[in-house]
């Protein structure tokens, strides 16, 4: 049965990952959030992310897979294998692990590791991608041990919930040399605000009563300035900097 967020606001959420002091109560608290969407299983991997030490650059970095199912997975080295990584590495935005078989020329090695994966008990899987600065490649992978199809596929606010997740994951544990990204400037604090509050370009071009040339690129200037690839991890990364207060 799909449990939606109800009375538990992304508000909410973002102020109880930053009381989180340990990744363990960061993923705890994550995982009671990704089952009210109904996705019980998550994978957390770090594959390359110079803004975090070496040591926790690696696949499966945070996970509740089934035992059987992770020692297999290692023992045949199936990485090497596994639509749902290289998919990670390639999308810049949420994806259906459903989608691939229909998307992309599946081989049949790879089509094996799908079917494998749900005879485990990885149902109704989605991937949120995370791309970043110096080629980053982050991810989760959710699934669910139900085999009906009771989860929800919000892929925008689910990302958003991920995205804020992996924030605090890297602020808890950042390399202390990494040098904090640019201000923004009042316009591009005002756009952002309005991107918060699920505004489109065109709406708030209308608001503001600029171009939507203009608001594009502010949009632009945005990114670079947060070091980030989409509207989600803008929002998410100013609000966790103090930078807009929805």
Not at 22 to 51: C, E, H, K
Request: charged residues 25%.
């Amino acid at each position: 049965m799909l449990h939606t967020p109800g009375t538990h606001r992304f508000e909410d959420f973002i102020a109880d990952t930053a009381r989180a002091a340990t990744a363990d109560d960061l993923f705890g608290t994550f995982t009671s959030a990704m089952q009210r969407f109904g996705y019980d299983l998550i994978n957390f991997s770090v594959p390359r992310d110079l803004d975090i030490p070496a040591e926790f650059n690696r696949t499966g970095l945070l996970i509740n897979y089934p035992e059987d199912w992770q020692k297999h997975y290692d023992e045949k080295g199936l990485a090497r294998y596994d639509p749902v990584l290289r998919a990670a590495a390639t999308h810049h935005w949420g994806f259906l692990w459903s989608d691939l078989e229909k998307q992309q020329s599946l081989d049949k090695t790879q089509i094996n590791l799908m079917r494998l994966a749900e005879d485990a008990g990885l149902n109704n899987g989605i991937g949120i991608p995370f791309k970043g600065r110096r080629a980053q490649i982050a991810g989760v992978a959710l699934a669910s041990t139900e085999r009906t199809d009771a989860c929800l596929k919000d892929l925008d606010l689910i990302s958003a919930y991920c995205t804020q997740f992996y924030a605090a994951y890297k602020r808890l544990y950042a390399r202390s040399d990494i040098q904090t990204f640019a201000v923004l400037t009042p316009k591009e604090e005002e756009v952002l605000l309005w991107v918060a509050a699920g505004k489109t370009d065109e709406d708030i071009a209308s608001i503001l009563t600029i171009s939507r040339n203009t608001v594009d690129t502010h949009m632009r200037h945005i990114f670079r300035k947060l070091e980030v690839t989409n509207r989600v991890q803008a929002v998410v990364k100013a609000v966790m900097a103090g930078i807009i207060h929805p």
